[in-house]
C-alpha cells in the first residue's frame, strides 16, 4: 500500500519500518552545493523529504551590519556566486533607494547591461546543470562554453571574473570600455548560434522530456501561496516580472517580453530560462548599442562616490567630498528610516531590507533570497516521485546554497 | 483599481490604531499586535494581497530615540494591482510570541522559521518552529544587538562526531 504523507505523520513507527531513509548530501554530485536533504522512500518513491539546510551559514546579514555600503557589496557577490553582478547591481539598488541617489543615464544603461549578462549566465548553468543532472553531458559543456565568454567579458570590464564587486553607491567601480563593447558584440553574433544547439539537443530528447515533464508541478495558485517569485514563478504562469512591473535601471526605455509558460513542472521551468536568455540577448543588444554619453558616477555634490583624481586636485568640491567620503568619523548622509529595495534577478525577486541610523553602516541589512523560499517547496514539489526525480527537480528550481544559506 | 492609499484607508477603517508613515514613495503602516492576524487576512482574502514576499525583523536594541524593542516587518504584494505594502508590528520583550502567517500563506513557513531562528520571535499556531540556519543545539539568537559579532564561542563547543561514532 503506498504511504500518503498524512498517513506518514499519523502512523506510529511500526507501520513505516518498511520506508528507508536516505540521507541526500551534504556533499553530493547533484546538489552541486552543500545541502542536506533526509528522504524518506517507499522502494523508489518518495514518501516525504526534510530539507536540512545551514551547512553553508556565514552569517551575511550579521556581516552587514559591520560593514559599509560600498564594502558589503564584496559580500554580495558570495550570495548567489552564479551570478554575482546582479546581486551587487541588487544591493546598491537598495541603498542608493535608502540614501535616495538618482543615477546618471549612463550608468542605468551600465548596470542594465551587466545584469541581463549576468541572467544569461546564470541561466546558462543552471539549465546546463539540469541537463547534466538527467544525463545531457554535451548540453552542459555547450552551455558552460558560452558562460566562459560572459567570464571574459566581465574580466576586461572590472578585472575580476568571478566575484565582480563593480559596483557603488552612485556610480560602478569604473566606466565601461571600447573592448568590452568590442567583446559583447561578438558574444551577441555568437550566442544566438549556441542557444539553437542546445535547444536541438534536448528539447526534443526523449530521455531529457521524459524526466522533465510531469514531475514536480507547481500550480499557480501554489506558487503564489508559496512565494515563488522570478523563473519558477513564471513557469507556473505567474506574469510578475520586476522589470516590467516596477521598472528600474534602464528597463523602461527598452524592448523586451515577459516570458511564461503555463505547465509549472520541470520542462516549464528550463523552458522559462532559455525563452529569458533569448529576451536578454535583446536586452544586452539594445543596450550595448544605446548607452548615452555623459558621467558615469553622480555628481560631487551627492556626496556618495570618490571624485576622479582631477576633481580633488582643482576643484575645492572635489576636495570636500573626497574628505567627507573617506575619514572615518563621516561618510554617506543615510536618513533614518528603512526601506526595501528589489530587482529582478536571474533567480527571482531580490531585495534587501535596509535600515539607516544616520552612519554609513546599515543597521539592519535584511538579504530576500530567491533561493531560500524556492528551496522551501522543494517538499512539497517532489512528494510521490522517484528518487531519480530529486536531482530533476533541484536542478530546476536552481538553488544556490551559499544564497540559501547567506 | 485599488491603489495603495485606497488600501489604507480602508486598513484604517477596518483598524483605526493603524498608523501610516511614508518614505522614497512607500507606504508603511505599522498595526498593533493584538489585531495583527486580523489584518493580515483582511489585506490577503479582501484587499487581494496575495503574494508574501518577505517577513523580516529589526532589532531597535541600540537605534536612535526607537521605543520598541522589536520591528517585526511583513512585506506583501498585491500582484494584479502591482501595490507593495510594508506592515509593521512592535514587539517588546517578554512578550515576543505572534500569530503565525502560516494559515494564510504557505511561503511563510520557512520566513518565520528564519526569523525565529535569528531573533527568538515566537509564531503561534507555526506547523514546525525549528531553528533553520543555525544548528538545533545552538542557544542564542545571532541577529539580536546584543548578540557579539564573534559569537559566544558557541562554535568551540560544538559537539565532535569521530567517523566510528557517526
Not at chain 1, 190 to 204: G, H, W
Not at chain 1, 238 to 265: I, M
Not at chain 2, 30 to 56: M, P, S
Amino acid at each position: 500500500m503506498p504511504i500518503t504523507p498524512a498517513t506518514l505523520r499519523n502512523a506510529n513507527s511500526s507501520e513505516q519500518d518498511y520506508l528507508w531513509t536516505l540521507n541526500f548530501g551534504p556533499q553530493h554530485p547533484a546538489t552541486h552545493t552543500t545541502l542536506r536533504i533526509v528522504l524518506k522512500l517507499d522502494g523508489e518513491r518518495v514518501v516525504d523529504a526534510i530539507p536540512d539546510i545551514g551547512y553553508l551559514h556565514s552569517g551575511f546579514e550579521k556581516i552587514g551590519e559591520h560593514l559599509d555600503y560600498n564594502q558589503y557589496v564584496t559580500v554580495t557577490d558570495r550570495m548567489n556566486y552564479i551570478s554575482p553582478i546582479a546581486n551587487n547591481v541588487a544591493w546598491h539598488h537598495a541603498v542608493e533607494k535608502l540614501l535616495g541617489i538618482e543615477l546618471t543615464p549612463r550608468c542605468k544603461y551600465i548596470r542594465t547591461l551587466i545584469c541581463e549578462l549576468a541572467r544569461i549566465s546564470d541561466h546558462l548553468l543552471s539549465t546546463g546543470a539540469m541537463g547534466l543532472d538527467v544525463g545531457a553531458f554535451t548540453f552542459f559543456l555547450y552551455a558552460f562554453y558560452q558562460r566562459e565568454k560572459i567570464y571574459d567579458i566581465f574580466e576586461t570590464l572590472c578585472g575580476a571574473r568571478f566575484t565582480n564587486s563593480y559596483t557603488r553607491v552612485g556610480g560602478v567601480m569604473h566606466d565601461i570600455t571600447p573592448l568590452v563593447i568590442e567583446k559583447v558584440r561578438a558574444f551577441l553574433r555568437e550566442f544566438p548560434k549556441t542557444i539553437d544547439e542546445m535547444e536541438k539537443l534536448v528539447n526534443r530528447n526523449r530521455i531529457f522530456v521524459d524526466r522533465m515533464k510531469g514531475v514536480g508541478v507547481l500550480s499557480k495558485e501554489e506558487a503564489i501561496n508559496r512565494s515563488a517569485t522570478g523563473p519558477v514563478a513564471r513557469a507556473s504562469g505567474v506574469t510578475r516580472d520586476l522589470r516590467k512591473d516596477e521598472p528600474y535601471l534602464a528597463y523602461k526605455d527598452l524592448d523586451f517580453k515577459v516570458c511564461c509558460a503555463k505547465a509549472g513542472d520541470c520542462f516549464a521551468r528550463y523552458y522559462v530560462r532559455i525563452a529569458e536568455m533569448r529576451e536578454s540577448l535583446k536586452l544586452v543588444a539594445q543596450a550595448v548599442e544605446n548607452i548615452p554619453a555623459g558621467p558615469v558616477n553622480v555628481g560631487v555634490d551627492e556626496r556618495a562616490i570618490l571624485p576622479t583624481k582631477q576633481q580633488v586636485y582643482q576643484t575645492i568640491e572635489g576636495t570636500i567630498t573626497h574628505f567627507e567620503l573617506v575619514m572615518t568619523n563621516r561618510g554617506f548622509t543615510v536618513p533614518n528610516d528603512e526601506s526595501y529595495g528589489a530587482i529582478e534577478a536571474p533567480n527571482g525577486e531580490l531585495g534587501f531590507y535596509l535600515a539607516g541610523d544616520g552612519s554609513d553602516v546599515a543597521y539592519r541589512a535584511r538579504c530576500r533570497p530567491p533561493s531560500f523560499i524556492h528551496f522551501s517547496m522543494f517538499p512539497y514539489l517532489i512528494r510521490g516521485h522517484t528518487l531519480s526525480d530529486v536531482v530533476a527537480v533541484l536542478g530546476s528550481l536552481n538553488i544556490i546554497a551559499a544564497e540559501l544559506d547567506r | 483599481m485599488p491603489t495603495v492609499s485606497e488600501t489604507i484607508s480602508q486598513l484604517q477603517a477596518a483598524f483605526p490604531s493603524t498608523a501610516v508613515t511614508e518614505f522614497r514613495g512607500e507606504k508603511r503602516v505599522v498595526v498593533k499586535k493584538e489585531d495583527l492576524f486580523a489584518v493580515l487576512r483582511l489585506l490577503k482574502e479582501r484587499l487581494g494581497f496575495d503574494l508574501l514576499v518577505d517577513i523580516t525583523c529589526v532589532d531597535y536594541l541600540n537605534y536612535r530615540g526607537a521605543t520598541d524593542r522589536f520591528g517585526l516587518v511583513y512585506l506583501l504584494t498585491n500582484i494584479a494591482e502591482n501595490v507593495r505594502l510594508t506592515l509593521r508590528v512592535m514587539l517588546n520583550e517578554p512578550d515576543l510570541a505572534v500569530p503565525s502567517a502560516t494559515p494564510l500563506w504557505t511561503g511563510a513557513d520557512w520566513l518565520e522559521r528564519e526569523v525565529w531562528d535569528m531573533f527568538g520571535i515566537q509564531f503561534e499556531g507555526h506547523p514546525d518552529l525549528r531553528r533553520v540556519l543555525m544548528p538545533d543545539e545552538f542557544t542564542a539568537h545571532p541577529l539580536r544587538k546584543d548578540y557579539p559579532m564573534q559569537g559566544r564561542g558557541e562554535r568551540h563547543n560544538f559537539p565532535v562526531l569521530r567517523r566510528a561514532e557517526s
